[in-house]
C-alpha cells in the first residue's frame, strides 16, 4: 500500500464502526499531493508514449499508402482519433494536477490562518497542545449553536 493510500485508509477508522477516526472535512494535504504526483507522473508518460505511438502509426500508414493498400486512410483516421484523446487525457491530468496542488496548499493556508484567528479571539487557547480543541456548550452539551471554544 502506497503512503497516499494508506493515508486515505487510515482516516476511515476500524473495521465494523462505520465512523470516521477524523473530522469529515478533515483534508490530508500530503494525499492529495500525492494523488497529483501521480497524476503529473501519467500526464508526463502519457504525452512520450502517446507521441510515440503516433509517429511509429502514421509512419506504418504512410507504408501502407505507398503500397496503395485502402486500409492506410482507416489507419491515419484512427490515429487521429488516439491523438486527440491522448490530448484530452494529458489535459486532464494537468487540471488534476494543477487542482490537488492549489487545493493542499490552500487548504493549509486556511487552517493555519483558521488557528491564528482563534489564537487571537481567545488567548486561553494558546494553553492547550497544538491541534487539540476543546468545545463545551453552556447547556451541558458537547457544542451547538451556544458552543464557545
Not at 6 to 11: H, I, K, M, V
Amino acid at each position: 500500500m502506497s503512503a497516499r493510500e494508506n493515508a486515505w485508509s487510515t482516516q476511515s477508522g476500524p473495521q465494523g464502526e462505520g465512523g470516521s477516526a477524523v473530522p469529515d472535512l478533515s483534508v490530508d494535504p500530503s494525499a492529495l499531493n500525492g494523488i497529483a504526483a501521480d497524476a503529473r507522473e501519467l500526464r508526463i508518460g502519457l504525452s512520450a508514449t502517446a507521441g510515440l505511438a503516433t509517429s511509429a502509426s502514421l509512419s506504418a500508414a504512410g507504408d501502407l499508402r505507398a503500397a496503395d493498400l485502402a486500409s492506410a486512410g482507416s489507419l491515419t483516421v484512427m490515429v487521429n482519433h488516439f491523438f486527440r484523446k491522448s490530448m484530452d487525457l494529458v489535459a486532464d491530468c494537468q487540471t488534476i494536477e494543477d487542482g490537488l496542488g492549489f487545493s493542499a496548499t490552500s487548504h493549509t493556508e486556511m487552517e493555519a490562518d483558521a488557528v491564528a484567528q482563534l489564537h487571537r479571539a481567545n488567548p486561553a487557547i494558546l494553553d492547550l497542545e497544538p491541534g487539540a480543541s476543546v468545545i463545551a456548550g453552556t447547556r451541558g452539551t458537547s457544542g451547538g449553536h451556544d458552543a464557545r471554544i
